[in-house]
């Protein structure tokens, strides 16, 4: 489904004033902005997404298990790593898992250490 698909199913609501709430709705989520992930910033909710960004250093040993609390009471299913754009020395590390992740936190190694990472969990 898109956006006209939605626009067209909103045109049918004869109530005006839901007709009016639900096209603001689709036009703020999908329409004028589209989805957007949102600023990055430790354990921050992404915009329109349900998952956070969260923020954490790799082991100073390589390949050493690290972890990162994440806060979002459940078991999160993915990890996406992102490079924010609103500051230098960003990078993209290898990453792996070292065990599922918890409703506590989320369980990585690198053989890169000592270096800062940034993932979306949701």
């Known amino acids: 489904m898109d956006i006209g698909d ?11 004033n839901t007709k009016r709430i639900l096209t603001d709705l689709v036009e703020t989520m999908f329409g004028r902005g589209g989805v957007q992930w ?4 430790h354990q921050q909710r992404a915009k ?3 998952g956070f960004y969260l923020e954490g250093t790799t082991s100073t040993t ?5 972890s990162i609390a994440h806060g979002l009471g459940a078991k999160p299913y993915v ?9 230098t020395g ?3 590390v290898r990453l792996r898992t070292t065990r599922i992740a918890d409703s506590q ?5 690198s ?5 800062p990472i940034t993932i979306y969990v949701e």
């Open 111 to 115: 053989p890169d250490t000592g270096k």
């Open 105 to 109: 936190r989320v369980y990585l190694a």
């Open 62 to 66: 390589a390949d050493a298990e690290f």
């Open 79 to 87: 990890a996406l790593q992102v490079l924010p754009l609103d500051s």
């Open 38 to 41: 949102g600023a990055v910033d």
């Open 6 to 16: 939605l626009r067209r199913l909103v045109g049918g609501v004869q109530d005006q």
């Open 48 to 50: 329109n997404f349900t």
């Open 90 to 92: 960003g990078q993209i």
